[in-house]
């Protein structure tokens, strides 16, 4: 039995009383993703996915962690959607595994759909908004195995499934996200392989990332037509680099950096066309683009989803690239990222300031993980509400600048299967024990569920 005796308040976040982020009209949230949590891989005629091939593949993933069970979300989420509820934020991020819910020949499949069905309608029946993302990185294995993200056929299937579940959940999401992170999927998978599907050419990860975004913006579309009460937007990764030194190189460095982890997704969204400099980075590896290709993908958004982790120092590689170097010393989470709320605020601002036509602002995750443990009932995790709180200290700055930020969802609500570093990283603001299934709310979880208990309810 827990003898947890320990107090909880809204202070802890340390919010001043006068930022809108007390106002009831700024949505809170947590987050979650199919892969990551719903286990239950061979249920219901679910398909294989690339990160079923990839975490099976030995050496890929740490201590050899699969999907395959995960925090069985998918037979547990009445008590997980309690949790949320309980925990009083307004909104629950989540994505729909495509394997799921249509078969090999991209036919709907009844049951997974049902799943979701019967999910969405729970999170309805609870006043809570759902947040749906299409695409999580839970490819079809069968999709991959005609080329994945560098065949243009992709696009397609993609029009096909979005089509299909916008005309199936219609009414049940108030904001539908084509893809999350399009920078992991095409970078980490198809250039350098650390995530499904592995693939190691660069070439290769500029043309899957055309086609991620061309999806996308042809998947915009069929939403809007499908689902019209629905906002449509997308969530990008986003990442700040420090120069080692202050000279020109590697200013130039840190530069490209940003070059490549953020316009390389945001200017054609936002701007129609790719950045000059990534080509400056990568001579040689522009994709084949189609003519009104970029039109396409840079139709109109209702938002757009920021996610933000940490920052990185990088300096020349003496050629025309850059390399990350170490800084000794900075505050680490378990992930070895940087703690640095002020680059989330610095990237919010120059956003603002790039793009003329930049969309309402979704911080669509942030988090951090640590090793937490489960003792006498408690988790004890200062580290993340300190985290959380300066990172929410962070959204407020951006916004006394003008940044229009409607909305912040934690990253996780569960610990999780953290991809390529399996179950060992925990995210959660609810600890996860994979032997028993248990939840077990952290520290960090209890303080939010004050500060949303001491916000004013709309009137
Ligand atoms: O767990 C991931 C999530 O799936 C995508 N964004 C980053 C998180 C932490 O690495």
Not at 299 to 326: C, M, W
Request: aromatic share 12%.
């Amino acid at each position: 039995m827990s003898t947890n005796s320990a107090k909880y308040s809204a202070e802890q976040l340390e919010i001043p009383k006068d930022s809108r982020l007390w106002s009831p009209d700024f949505l809170f949230g947590t987050a979650t993703a199919s892969y990551q949590i719903e286990g239950a891989i061979h249920e219901d005629g679910r398909i294989p996915s690339i990160w079923d091939t990839y975490s099976n593949t030995p050496g890929m993933v740490l201590n050899g962690d699969t999907g395959e069970f995960a925090c069985d979300h998918y037979h547990r989420w009445p008590q997980d959607l309690e949790i949320i509820e309980e925990l009083g934020v307004q909104a629950y991020r989540l994505s729909i595994a495509w394997p799921r819910v249509m078969d090999a020949k991209n036919q709907p499949n009844p049951k997974g759909l049902a799943f979701y069905k019967r999910l969405l309608e729970a999170l309805k029946a609870k006043g809570i908004q759902a947040y749906v993302t299409l695409y999580h990185w839970d490819l079809p294995q069968w999709i991959e195995d005609r080329g994945g993200w560098t065949n243009r056929e992709v696009v397609y299937h993609f029009a096909e499934y979005a089509d299909l579940v916008s005309r199936e959940f219609k009414g049940l999401v108030t904001a539908w996200a084509t893809l999350n992170e399009p920078w992991c999927s095409a970078f980490l998978g198809y250039a350098v392989g650390r995530h499904a599907p592995g693939r190691q050419n660069l070439r290769y990860a500029t043309q899957a990332m055309h086609h991620l975004l061309l999806a996308h913006g042809t998947a915009v579309a069929i939403l809007r037509r499908n689902d019209p009460g629905a906002q449509v937007g997308i969530v990008a990764n986003v990442g700040a680099a420090v120069a080692e030194t202050p000279s020109p190189r590697d200013q130039d460095a840190a530069y490209l950096f940003e070059v490549q982890h953020n316009d390389w997704v945001l200017d054609p969204l936002l701007k129609g066309s790719y950045p000059a400099d990534l080509w400056r980075l990568w001579p040689g590896a522009e994709p084949l683009v189609l003519e009104g290709d970029l039109q396409t993908i840079a139709a109109p958004l209702d938002f757009l989803g920021i996610n933000y982790y940490f920052r990185t120092q990088v300096k020349s590689d003496g050629r025309h690239g850059f390399i990350e170097t170490d800084m000794p010393g900075v505050e680490r989470t378990q992930m070895g990222w940087e703690v640095y709320p002020q680059g989330l605020a610095r990237l919010l601002k120059g956003f603002h300031a790039n793009y003329r036509n930049l969309p309402p602002i979704y911080i669509t995750e942030n988090g951090m993980a640590s090793d937490d443990k489960v003792v006498d009932g408690r988790v004890t995790d200062p580290s993340r509400i300190s985290f959380i709180s300066r990172h929410l200290l962070a959204v407020d700055d951006a916004m006394r600048h003008g940044v229009d930020i409607r909305g912040y969802f934690i990253w996780s609500l569960l610990d999780n299967f953290e991809w390529a570093y399996g179950y060992e990283r925990r995210f959660g603001i609810v600890h996860v024990d994979y032997d028993t299934q248990a939840r077990t709310w952290k520290d960090s979880g209890r303080v939010v569920q004050a500060f949303m208990k001491a916000r004013p309810s709309r009137t």
